[in-house]
């Protein structure tokens, strides 16, 4: 993590030596899954195909990240998650309810009004219990990232207690 609340912006990243990890496995995975491929003549064989193809993946995905890790960008503003093809951005009344989910993403759900996505966050609700998530493998873990949203937001963006009923 980079940056503190006190001089914002704070940065988190996915971590390098988890994708440094990642990127090995799949390395080494697929490495001897093509020399069983080479060994047996490269006969169809629909499983040696298939986990070179997810090996592949793997491999490109991880040296990606690499290469140009995802980052989570906390600010007064609101909350910014880059990765290299776009930048998205809420404020920090749009976002809420932070939580860990399985293989170690980080959720939230969304209260801005983007028509695109509403149908989206709707299906992504009732089948994951979230309407949204930043992906896995982020500095600290997740429960550290998510405690450090949470803070930010609260922070931030103060939820003033509702106003006691005038008597008059």
């Not at 064989?45 to 995802?70: E, I, K, R, V």
């Not at 149908?119 to 493998?137: D, P, T, Y």
Request: with cysteine.
């Amino acid at each position: 993590m980079r940056g503190s609340f006190d001089s914002p912006p704070v940065v988190i990243r996915t971590s390098r030596v988890g994708s440094a990890a990642g990127f090995a496995i799949c390395s080494a995975l697929g490495f001897t899954d093509l020399v069983s491929l080479i060994q047996a003549g490269w006969a169809w064989n629909y499983y040696a195909y298939f986990g070179l193809f997810l090996f592949g993946m793997g491999f490109l995905y991880f040296g990606w990240q690499l290469a140009d890790p995802t980052a989570l960008i906390l600010s007064p503003d609101g909350l910014s998650w880059k990765n290299s093809f776009v930048t998205r951005h809420w404020r920090w009344q749009d976002i809420d309810n932070f939580r860990t989910m399985p293989l170690g993403a980080v959720a939230c759900d969304f209260f801005d009004e983007n028509p695109r996505m509403r149908r989206l966050r709707a299906f992504n609700k009732k089948a994951a219990g979230s309407q949204g998530s930043f992906g896995f493998g982020w500095e600290g873990g997740a429960a550290n990232v998510v405690e450090t949203l949470r803070t930010a937001r609260h922070r931030w963006f103060p939820q003033e207690p509702a106003a006691a009923p005038s008597d008059t």
